[in-house]
Every structure is written in C-alpha cells, then in structure tokens.
C-alpha cells in the first residue's frame, strides 16, 4: 500500500488514513509513544514542534505545542492539543482523546486511532480521527494534515529500522 495524497472523510466525522511501513509493528509504536521519538519526525518545517509529553497507558495523559509556523488555522499558528489515553495494547493499537487548540470549540474532545497491522513486509498503519462533524475547518486540514504525518512516520521508523538491522 501507498501513501495515499489526502485522507479519506467518512461521514463528514472521520478522516482515515493508511500507509504501509517497511518497518516491524513494535518499532512503529515505539514511535508512536516514545516523547523523545516523537519530537524528532511529529514536526513540519511549517509547524515546528516545542514539545511532545506521552504517557502511553490508559488514563495517562500527553501534551504536545508547536512554535509559531507558517501553518495557520481557525486564525491560529501556535498549536496546543492535549488529551487522555483511552487504549493501549502494544504493539497493535494507540487511542486517545485530542483536544486541540484550533478547533471550532476548543474544548471538543475527538479520538485518534492508531492501529498497526503487522505483514509479512513490515507494518499496515491506519489513523483514523473522529469526532469531527462539527470541525469544518478542522476535519478539511485534517484530510491533508494526516498524510503528512503518516509520511513522516513512515520515513523516520523505515530508516530506524534499516539502522539497527546494520
């Protein structure tokens, strides 16, 4: 499977997005949950990235803030998206609440939901971020948005993995 150019909007609620990683299950969750991972390919030079907090158990909570970027949305350029972990079975699966600063309602509660496909030749990725029926603005940045994040992933975890396979 390729990278897909935008995601694909359900029921106006949820963008899905899919992509396939040369790389094992466990690596592409590591660099779902790793803080320190995270900082190094969740970032755009559009929208480069302060920190990243996760604590990847359920209850736990992550945190995440950009500097200002090119990027804007909803008039914001500087953003903040919080939330709370609401499943982990590793290295299968990654589901949390996301509350982001640029939407509509800056207190909605959406759910992104990463499930990780082990194959033969690497890892199927899927992401899928719900909730957003009522983020016009949002969900339409969103379906370009999380290509890119997957595309990120994707090259960060590939060349981990080719590194600690030498």
């Known amino acids: 499977m390729t990278l897909m150019k935008s995601a694909t909007i359900t029921d106006q609620d949820a963008i899905v997005t899919e992509i396939h990683i040369a790389a094992p299950a466990e690596r592409v969750f590591q660099a779902l949950t790793d803080p320190k991972e995270l900082m ?3 970032d755009s030079p559009e929208c480069p990235v302060k920190f990243w907090e ?3 158990h359920p209850g736990g909570q992550y945190r995440y803030a950009t500097e200002k970027g090119t990027i804007v949305v909803n008039n914001v350029s500087e953003f903040e998206c919080h939330g709370e972990i609401l499943e982990v079975d590793p290295p299968r699966l990654l589901v949390y609440s996301w509350i982001a600063n640029w939407h509509d309602d800056k207190s909605r509660r959406t759910i992104v939901r990463w499930e990780l496909t082990p194959e033969a030749t690497g890892t199927r990725v899927k992401v899928t971020h719900g909730g ?3 983020e016009t603005v949002a969900r339409k940045d969103y379906s370009g948005g999380w290509p890119g994040v997957l595309e990120n992933l994707k090259t960060f975890t590939e060349n981990k993995a080719a590194a600690f396979a030498d």
């Open 40 to 42: 190094r390919w969740f």
């Open 54 to 56: 996760m604590d990847p």
């Open 132 to 134: 957003l029926a009522e």
